[in-house]
C-alpha cells in the first residue's frame, strides 16, 4: 500500500523560504511522476509542480523562479523548496504520487505566509 507523507510546513514571514519533504513508502518510487498541488481556503486544489520518474519539471506560472521541485531516489523523498514566499502562497501542500494513472495524495501540510 503506497502511503505518503508529508513535513516541512510552518508559519513564515513574507520573503522566506520553507522546504517541504515528501516521503513514499510502499512501493518503488522510482516508479512514480510526483508532484505538490496546493489548496487555498475557497479555492480549488492547483498543481504547484511536478517531476517525472526521468527528472522532468514543470511549475504553475505563478511560481517559476522562486519554488524548485526535486527528487531524491534513494531516499525515496520528493522536495519543493520555496523561496520568496508571498501571502498569496498560504495554502495547504500536498504531495502527490501518479503511476499509470493511479493517484496517491498525502494528508497535507499548511504552509502560512505571514507578518
Known amino acids: 500500500q503506497v502511503q505518503l507523507v508529508e513535513s516541512g510546513g510552518g508559519l513564515v514571514q513574507p520573503g522566506g523560504s520553507l522546504r517541504l519533504s515528501c516521503a513514499l513508502s510502499?512501493?518503488?518510487?522510482?516508479?512514480?511522476?510526483m508532484a505538490w498541488y496546493r489548496q487555498a481556503p475557497g479555492k480549488q486544489r492547483e498543481l504547484v509542480a511536478g517531476i517525472t520518474s526521468a527528472g522532468s519539471t514543470n511549475y504553475v506560472d505563478s511560481v517559476k523562479g522562486r519554488f524548485t521541485i526535486s527528487r531524491d531516489n534513494a531516499k525515496n523523498t520528493v522536495y519543493l523548496q520555496m523561496n520568496v514566499l508571498k501571502s498569496e502562497d498560504t495554502a495547504v501542500y500536498y504531495c502527490?504520487?501518479?503511476?499509470?494513472?493511479?493517484?496517491?495524495w498525502g494528508q497535507g501540510t499548511q504552509v502560512t505566509v505571514s507578518s
Open positions: 510502499g512501493s518503488i518510487f522510482s516508479m512514480y511522476a
Open positions: 502527490n504520487a501518479k503511476q499509470l494513472g493511479v493517484y496517491y
